[in-house]
């Protein structure tokens, strides 16, 4: 049977970077229109790691927030090798502040404050633990000697199940999850450790980064893995299993910035993720459990009440615009555009208006 329109609770994005000034202005209209919430990445620079950076950070994206919209930005702070527990204790008694996220230092696009040494944070990861404060982690070691592509396998073997002994009522979420083994290890895991899927990950494998050439546009980080990879994770978000949940890890960069002798690290996904993930899920026979993924084990997950209201997908074909307008940058020419996941090919499925 094909279907021509499904509904869904309105999504929540668990894992969102929506930037700051003009770009924030700009993209956040593309989240707004079809998620209720979205846990926002405190990666700006500098990073958000008090309550009060959190605070007015949220403050900036309330404002941007369209009018018409009912969007709540679920705020986290950025660790620290210095977060003093005191901070973990203020930030646990906000009601706007919801998770701590973890990057190693030097791991990724805008890292360099992250965690040197996992044995640095330990009286944090304790307060933490205490107040019932996720940790949500990027988990990749940086080790030069470890291939790129295995660094998600190793930060595993090396240190989560290590955290999740040392730490065994922390509530953790292993961030964007890339492969076989993180999904094998998260479904062994506690019922309190979770994970979050982004499209793209569901959506390629690694030989679309070098499909005629080099395409920077879908370089990120961790990075895309093998097609058994691949299929292990449609497998996990798939499977009703409540420890997978939707996250986009959309992350907006200047199309400069990624068309670079050095470009950086990011997807562009908000503009078409729901639509998507409903391409992977009908992919593979999978539509009736796109809303357990997208919109129940979230908030199930983070202690929060599912939405109430709803979206509807239709069944139209679609193309994806080439290119998207970020505003005034500091770019060489002024005002930039980003790339959007996918732009410039046709998706069958789109958002419909309320
Ligand atoms: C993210 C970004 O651009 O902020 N990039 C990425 O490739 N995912 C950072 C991150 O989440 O690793
Ligand atoms: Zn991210």
């Known amino acids: 049977m094909s279907l021509d329109q499904i509904s869904l609770t309105r999504p929540d994005d668990w894992h969102l970077h929506l930037r700051d000034g003009p770009i924030l202005e700009r993209v956040l209209p593309a989240t707004a229109r079809c998620f209720g919430r979205a846990i926002i990445m405190p990666n700006l620079k500098p990073p958000v790691t008090t309550v009060q950076q959190a605070g007015d ?12 919209s009912c969007f709540e930005p679920l705020m986290t702070l950025y660790l620290t ?36 040494n996992l044995g640095n944070v330990a009286a944090a990861l304790a307060a933490m633990q205490d107040a019932g404060l996720p940790l949500l982690l990027h988990g990749e070691v940086t080790d030069l000697d470890i291939d790129i ?39 062994a895991a506690p019922a309190h450790i979770g ?22 546009h879908y370089y990120c980080l961790p990075i895309i893995k093998r097609e058994k990879h691949r299929q292990a994770l449609i497998d996990a978000a798939t499977s009703g299993s409540p420890k997978f949940f939707l996250g986009t890890d ?39 459990r796109l809303e ?48 959007v996941l996918r732009a410039g090919t046709a998706i069958s499925w789109q958002l419909a208006d309320d």
């Open 195 to 216: 994970a979050t899927i982004t499209a793209h990950h569901l959506l390629l494998n690694r030989n679309a980064m070098f499909e005629g050439g080099l395409r920077p």
């Open 57 to 68: 950070y949220r403050d900036r994206i309330v404002r941007a927030t369209p009018g018409d």
């Open 292 to 339: 357990a993924f997208a919109s129940f084990h979230g908030p199930d997950f983070y202690g929060l009440p599912r939405n109430r209201d709803s979206i509807t997908l239709k069944r139209q074909a679609w193309c994806v615009p080439e290119s998207f307008e970020l505003g005034r940058t500091n770019s060489p020419d002024g005002a930039a555009v980003a790339i």
């Open 81 to 116: 090798d210095n977060t003093p527990p005191d901070e973990i204790y203020r930030a646990a008694e906000c009601e706007f502040i919801h998770a701590v996220k973890y990057y190693p230092a030097g791991a990724t696009t805008h890292s360099d404050s992250g965690v040197t």
């Open 149 to 187: 592509f295995d660094r998600e396998a190793v930060f595993i073997k090396r240190h989560l199940a290590r955290l999740i002994d040392d730490f065994p009522d922390l509530r953790m979420v292993l961030e964007h999850v890339t492969t076989a083994e993180a999904v094998e290890f998260v479904l």
């Open 250 to 288: 959309s992350a907006p960069h200047p199309k400069h910035a990624k068309e670079s002798d050095c470009g950086c690290a990011g997807v562009f996904s908000a503009p078409v993720a729901i639509e998507l993930y409903a391409e992977v899920f009908e992919s593979v026979g999978a539509l009736d």
